[in-house]
């Protein structure tokens, strides 16, 4: 009788144990607060790695318009930090510039390794209004000192000079000069994931060549979604469309970090929206006139749940 009994409760022990198990479980994947920690852990994700991209592409374009000024690349002189010309090739009515990355940026940032070629038409001067380049960037290879992280970024994009004129004579020559970019990238990460992006960005100059000034929108339409900067694919393969819906304010002074201006990423498979604000400081508080931003502040919101992330920019 005692050995029934005892057999009867090791049984009864195991089938609520898993009853407790299974509902637990249940309890984990319907549980309000995992989905909102998964949704904040996702655009905060996404936030971080649209930064570093705009980061690499905005250290691509300054070397490309600096290249560019140097009497059409006929000297590297002054030029971007262990960035060589290779070699230039005419074929049909393009010039093709072969440029190679072996070394740390001037600012000592980053190391980058990989290639560059520049297609612009023959005859072609990058100060004229309208002028348009070609850049293909190949396997260029970033490593961050400060994390020890590695990235690599390939792809094509195109910039227009919309205004004509060249950014150093800002305030001399020129009050104002408008470059517009379009491109497709894939960026690969340190965990071997990739995303996709699609870039489309209006960058106005304004101020001096001592004291730039610059205001970023977005160009595209897709669908429902307008003023778009980026869209593409994150890491965890959904589709995202990034608007700039006040325009993104980069400040020399302030080692050109975004002041001001609002982006909205969008994940429409899951419903799930956050908006960016940029210039906080390190109290989480909006930055006063003349101070620089060291946070931004992202705000999200999924089926009828929010919450709100304070980041720093770096």
């Keep these: 009788m005692k050995t029934q009994k005892l057999i009867f409760g090791i049984i009864t022990a195991l089938v ?63 030029g971007p930090c262990h960035a060589t010309l290779d070699s230039i090739r005419t074929i049909n009515d393009t010039i093709i510039y072969y440029i190679s990355y072996n070394g740390l940026n001037c600012n000592g940032k980053v190391h980058r390794t990989g290639n560059l070629e520049i297609r612009i038409k023959e005859g072609t001067f990058w100060v004229q209004p309208g002028a348009s380049i070609h850049v293909k960037v190949i396997n260029y290879t970033i490593t961050r000192p400060k994390t020890g992280k590695t990235t690599v970024l390939n792809g094509e994009k195109t910039l227009t000079n919309i205004s004509g004129g060249h950014v150093g004579l800002l305030g001399i020559t020129y009050d104002t000069i408008i470059h517009e970019m379009t ?30 000034k610059i ?17 593409g694919e994150n890491r965890q393969g959904d589709d995202f469309y990034t608007q700039i819906i006040q325009p993104v304010v980069l400040k020399q002074s302030c080692d050109f970090d975004p002041v001001s201006g609002q982006k909205k990423h969008f994940i429409p498979s899951t419903s799930a ?6 210039g906080y400081n390190d109290n989480n508080q909006p930055i006063a006139e003349g101070e620089c931003p060291t946070k931004y502040r992202l705000d999200w919101e999924r089926n009828g749940n929010s919450g709100t992330v304070y980041l720093f920019l770096h």
């Design 183 to 212: 491109g497709t990238f894939q960026k690969t990460f340190d965990d071997n994931t990739t995303r996709t992006w699609n870039i489309a960005r209006r960058k106005t100059f304004t101020g001096t060549a001592s004291d730039i």
């Design 273 to 278: 929206t956050s908006t960016i604000t940029f």
């Design 215 to 231: 205001s970023n929108e977005g160009l595209a339409s897709i669908g429902e979604y307008t003023s778009l900067v980026s869209w």
């Design 16 to 78: 609520f144990a898993g009853i407790f198990s299974l509902t637990s479980c249940n309890k984990d994947e319907d549980n309000p607060a995992n989905n909102d920690n998964e949704t904040s852990a996702t655009f905060v994700t996404l936030s971080q790695d649209e930064n570093s991209f705009e980061e690499d592409i905005d250290g691509l374009t300054d070397d490309v318009n600096s290249f560019m000024m140097q009497e059409q690349l006929k000297s590297t002189e002054g």
